[in-house]
């Protein structure tokens, strides 16, 4: 097969999913170094995309779904669905884009994908991100990466200017730290009375808190607030995803249980922090944040009596809040140290 000039990348699912797929397009650049990246995903994405180095444009799925679509001025040579979704799949046959590369694992890829990879995601002992890279088999590329070679291929780095409204709440004299408790339902969470007691046991002489979340999570978040509000600033549901990354590039360090939020911080290169539950496939061997400066809290205990529950898990709730803050106050020290 020849080697197609661009490609299209589509992944249109949430945030976090979409920052593990970014060092897809840094492996094709490696690789291709000429090769126009299209990445495809949805509106509330498309700040991630754009912020990544290695894509040349970004493709709204809403687009490519009522006509066809160029990647810079020309017409796709091929299409690489990360994502599986049947409506695009065939979409991608009728636009006749030359080489179409799916899982093996959906039987509408056999109808719509000429290039096949044999790929299983749930029981799979692989990161997320190492799942991903697999689906350049057809082009070449199938050499098994580590995290450790991958921790610095997302390159989320086009970032814009942090308007002074928020530039002005960072402390440069503290470790700037924020706390994103809650996860839209997307994933187990740690809950309220952790962060709490985590909040509780920080010294507040040496650190600047931030409670961020969407405006939808905040009256989720009131009894965080009325607990603690005298020792944090609320920034829920004040910046849109661009200003917010921006934020979180101007701070230290995020905590968060398996959230877009958290990948992005590890994609930043800032001290990620992540809280998970143990069992499969939301336990942080498949999803841990992936960057030079990440740590994963979980148990290391069979999880299978609350298997079946999202919220409300107590293997998540039982990660103690002492470990969280030992490990702040190593970082903190760190960079109080060369103040």
């Known amino acids: 097969?020849?080697?197609?000039?661009?490609?299209?990348?589509?992944?249109?699912?949430s945030l976090g999913d979409v920052v593990l797929t970014l060092p897809v397009a840094a492996v094709l650049k490696k690789y291709f170094p000429v090769m126009k990246i299209g990445f495809m995903g949805n509106a509330y994405t498309q700040p991630v995309i754009e912020a990544c180095k290695n894509v040349d444009e970004f493709i709204d799925v809403n687009n490519f779904m009522?006509?066809?679509?160029?990647?810079?001025g020309e017409r796709p040579d091929a299409i690489l669905h990360v994502f599986?979704?049947?409506k695009i799949a065939l979409k991608a046959k009728q636009y006749k884009i030359p080489v179409r590369i799916g899982t093996?694992?959906?039987?509408?890829?056999f109808i719509t994908c000429n290039q096949l990879v044999k790929l299983s995601r749930k029981n799979s002992?692989?990161?997320?991100?190492?799942?991903?890279?697999?689906?350049?088999?057809?082009?070449?590329?199938?050499?098994?990466?580590?995290?450790?070679?991958?921790?610095n291929l997302t390159r989320i780095e086009k970032l814009a200017p942090l308007p002074a409204l928020f530039l002005n709440l960072i402390q440069a004299n503290k470790y700037n730290l924020i706390l994103h408790p809650k996860t839209q339902g997307s994933a187990r969470e740690w809950g309220l009375n952790n962060f709490i007691a985590l909040i509780r046991s920080l010294d507040p002489e040496q650190y600047c808190i931030f409670i961020s979340g969407t405006k939808k999570e905040r009256p989720l978040i009131e009894p965080l607030l009325h607990e603690v509000g005298d020792r944090i600033t609320d920034i829920t549901g004040m910046m849109n995803l661009q200003e917010f990354m921006s934020f979180i590039s101007c701070c230290d360090g995020l905590v968060a249980n398996s959230t877009g939020p958290l990948h992005i911080a590890a994609a930043l290169g800032k001290d990620a922090l992540g809280i998970y539950a143990p069992v499969r496939p939301v336990h942080p061997g498949r999803w841990a944040?992936?960057?030079?400066?990440?740590?994963?809290?979980?148990?290391?205990?069979?999880?299978?009596?609350?298997?079946?529950?999202?919220?409300?898990?107590h293997c998540i709730i039982e990660v103690k809040p002492v470990w969280v803050k030992e490990r702040l106050d190593k970082l903190a020290m760190l960079k109080l140290s060369h103040l």
């Open 1 to 13: 097969m020849n080697i197609p000039s661009n490609i299209i990348i589509s992944r249109t699912d």
């Open 125 to 151: 002992p692989y990161h997320e991100v190492q799942l991903n890279l697999k689906l350049l088999q057809p082009l070449g590329i199938d050499k098994d990466y580590s995290l450790k070679e991958i921790k």
């Open 289 to 313: 944040p992936v960057g030079p400066k990440t740590q994963v809290f979980v148990l290391n205990k069979p999880c299978t009596d609350c298997k079946s529950k999202n919220q409300n898990c």
């Open 84 to 86: 599986p979704a049947a």
């Open 104 to 109: 093996a694992n959906r039987w509408y890829h």
């Open 66 to 72: 009522h006509e066809p679509v160029t990647i810079c």
